[in-house]
């Protein structure tokens, strides 16, 4: 043994964190007693009308309908573990953390209240096993119709990004009767209601979700059908597709009026717009056939399927979702301020893997290389002194030294947005060349390759000044 190792402490054991489930059902045991003999002493003396209500909002209830109260802090604790359990099964990702709640509370009362086991590792984790697989019974794949407004113009039939087909009002039409015929051989009048629903969206997004319970596959199928409308502002601008939006109120007109009185006078005003894109001409869709958008619809088309096919661990592949996500909230936002804020945060998700010091110059230095045109004109610095001028621009927003509605704020919000739209392109580009969305990088892996491109750009630039200037 060297002189190092005798000098040094030993290593702690790491904690078995089963124990959190065991400490966590025995605290609600307890807590579940603590109130049962807390209610028993108040009616006795008549006080029950001083007992703290809000605590007496939790219970595990058994299957026979029988309810044990217990307290804020025991919900707390039995969530945290729950958490963690499903966090670590199998059924991650498929199953929803209520659905496993439902199932979980009345397991446990039957193991130990019903049943009277003992509160101890090997029993916990059967009870912990047990309600997970029986809340895995409840997966299966599962398809979305999902109503949209995007461009106005019903071209083509039909279009897909990846997992995600888009058919327009017409084309949907059979393919939704085709859905309710059931429903409308029994008589109801719900499949018509529905139906009548969706004829007011210009498309409808259709997708499979592949082995999850029904609560997250309807939440992966929104968030894939978002990720597909989010790419669509990435690739045709934010100026075409500021109205395009997943679901909402089924209004298939946007009516707006006025009122207002000036010098005595009532000064009335009425419109009428779309609630769809209108800046989409007739042969739109002939544009995603060429080489450098059919590349990019693929490579977004593979980063959604990490949404709707759990089994794909894409992490590169999410970070771009998030990041495009924040960026199609700033395309929709009516607020000038809120969509710049919003477009900044796309750019830190992007390439900010772990916070730091130096946050500003990361993402303003790794942003500007991956908007930086190789073959262009403009210079590297060029393109990282604009990154920071629009970083400024969201930190004086964010830390309030910049009023929301100050003029430039308004002025400036088109070239945050393209700004953006640039850095989230080629990183897609970036993301998905080589297989890189198939591939398990570590946050230093990612970190070090965003850093090589920073490099690598500043290396291009100077040769190509060097050349220009002889």
């Not at 912990?128 to 119709?145: C, M, Q, V, W, Y």
């Not at 085709?178 to 498309?203: K, P």
């Not at 596959?217 to 045709?236: E, I, K, P, S, T």
């Not at 958008?293 to 592949?317: C, F, N, Q, W």
Request: glycine share 8%; proline share 4%.
């Amino acid at each position: 043994m060297t002189d190092d190792q005798l000098t040094k402490p030993p290593k702690a054991p790491r904690p078995n964190v089963k124990q959190m489930w065991v400490d966590a059902i025995a605290f609600v045991l307890a807590e579940c007693a603590r109130f049962r003999s807390m209610v028993s002493e108040a009616a006795r003396e008549g006080t029950l009308s001083s007992l703290p209500r809000d605590d007496f909002l939790f219970e595990l209830r058994a299957t026979d309908g029988r309810i044990f109260t217990h307290g804020r802090k025991a919900q707390i604790a039995l969530e945290d573990a729950a958490e963690v359990a499903l966090h670590r099964s199998a059924f991650s990702g498929t199953v929803g953390f209520d659905h496993f709640m439902d199932v979980l509370r009345p397991a446990v009362v039957d193991a130990f209240i019903i049943k009277g086991q003992d509160v101890a590792l090997p029993a916990v984790d059967r009870v912990f096993t047990k309600a997970l697989n029986e809340a895995a019974k409840g997966r299966a794949d599962s398809r979305h119709l999902i109503p949209c407004q995007l461009m106005f113009l019903p071209e083509p039939d039909s279009f897909q990004i990846g997992p995600v087909t888009f058919y327009n009002r017409n084309s949907f039409g059979p393919i939704g009767d085709e859905l309710v015929r059931e429903h409308r051989a029994n008589g109801g009048e719900l499949a018509d209601r529905v139906l009548a629903y969706f004829s007011n969206f210009t498309w409808v997004a259709d997708l499979t979700v592949l082995g999850c319970d029904r609560q997250v596959g309807r939440d992966r199928a929104l968030q894939a059908a978002g990720a597909a409308v989010d790419f669509m502002h990435v690739l045709f601008g934010h100026h075409h597709s500021r109205n395009m939006v997943v679901g909402g109120p089924g209004l298939d007109a946007d009516i707006r009026a006025e009122m207002e009185v000036r010098d005595g006078k009532t000064l009335l005003s009425h419109s009428t717009g779309s609630t769809s894109a209108m800046g989409f001409g007739k042969g739109w869709s002939s544009m995603l056939g060429k080489l450098g958008p059919r590349t990019l619809v693929k490579a977004a088309g593979r980063a959604i399927e990490a949404i709707t096919d759990p089994s794909k661990s894409r992490p590169l592949a999410l970070r771009f979702i998030d990041a495009a996500s924040w960026h199609g909230q700033a395309v929709r936002e009516t607020s000038d301020a809120a969509s710049i804020v919003k477009s900044v945060t796309a750019l830190e998700r992007l390439v900010t893997v772990q916070k730091g010091s130096s946050t500003t110059r990361i993402v303003t230095q790794r942003n500007a290389a991956l908007a930086f045109d190789p073959v262009g004109q403009e210079r590297f610095a060029d393109v990282v002194s604009r990154m920071e001028s629009i970083y400024d621009l969201r930190s004086r927003l964010a830390h309030g030294t910049l009023s929301p509605f100050d003029a430039e704020v308004r002025n400036r919000r088109s070239e945050v947005l393209a700004a953006a739209e640039k850095a989230l392109v080629n990183g897609l580009a970036l993301f998905d060349q080589d297989d890189l969305f198939d591939r398990s990088q570590t946050k230093r892996q990612l970190s070090e390759g965003l850093d090589y491109l920073v490099t690598w750009s500043k290396e291009i630039d100077a040769r190509r000044w060097a050349a220009r200037n002889g």
